[in-house]
């Protein structure tokens, strides 16, 4: 069972703007960063913002994150069909060890 | 670029060890905190185990913890996760990955993974 707690499901269409949640404690987002990773069909995990609210470059800024006590959010503006995908967040946790969500699938309609 | 190729996955029976290797290149090795995440089938991303620069530092799930240990070499630019009583629930394609600081969620980038089966 994932420490993280995300919905296994979110839509929109495109153009929209739609918000994966990620709930944790204090032990974990409460305390120390959040990160987010997208994972296109058949290839592997990105990087897609690092330390809560940090995009890489390479990164469009329609991607952003942000994190508030011990819940994170990742919003997508301007939904396109190539942002259909699986999100996962992640953060340390104070008992050593990383932790991750169970992902949410991301579909475009 | 930095290109993190990893080794030794393949078919194995429960019970019996694995060991895997990561090369890493086009980045200064030593710097950085490495880790491991698997993805069982269909399934999401688990961290199993994160190692500091130095080796100083180890940290392991609580699914692998007493049969895994992770090292690195750091002369030679690689990582490995030594593998012991298998069980069919490890069955997962274990991904090499780089850290950032030893205490964070920090993954980039992302190996292309090498399959573990574990089966009879």
């Known amino acids: 069972q994932p420490v993280l707690t995300q919905p296994p499901s979110a839509s929109g269409t495109p153009g929209q703007r739609v918000t994966i949640s990620c709930s944790g404690s204090g032990s974990n987002i409460g305390t120390n960063f959040v990160y987010w990773y997208q994972q296109l069909p058949g290839t592997t995990p990105k990087l897609l913002i690092y330390?809560?609210?940090q995009r890489p470059s390479g990164v469009p800024d329609r991607f952003s994150g942000s994190k508030s006590g011990t819940s994170a959010s990742l919003a997508i503006s301007g939904l396109r069909a190539e942002d259909e995908a699986d999100y996962y967040c992640?953060?340390?946790?104070?008992?050593?060890?990383?932790?991750f969500g169970g992902g949410t699938k991301l579909t475009v309609l | 670029e930095v290109q993190l190729v990893e080794s030794g996955g393949g078919l194995v029976q429960p019970g019996r060890p694995l060991t895997l290797s990561c090369a890493a290149s086009g980045f200064n090795f030593d710097d950085y905190a490495m880790h491991w995440v698997r993805q069982g089938p269909g399934k999401g991303l688990e961290w199993v185990s994160g190692i500091n620069w130095n080796s100083e530092y180890i940290g392991y799930a609580e699914s692998v913890r007493g049969r895994f240990t992770i090292s690195r070499d750091n002369a030679k630019n690689s990582l490995y996760l030594q593998m012991n009583s298998l069980r069919p629930e490890d069955t997962a394609l274990y991904y090499c990955v780089k850290g950032g600081g030893f205490d964070e969620g920090w993954f980039d980038p992302w190996g292309q993974g090498t399959l573990v089966t574990v089966s009879s």
């Open positions: 330390r809560n609210n």
């Open positions: 992640a953060a340390w946790d104070d008992s050593i060890h990383v932790v």
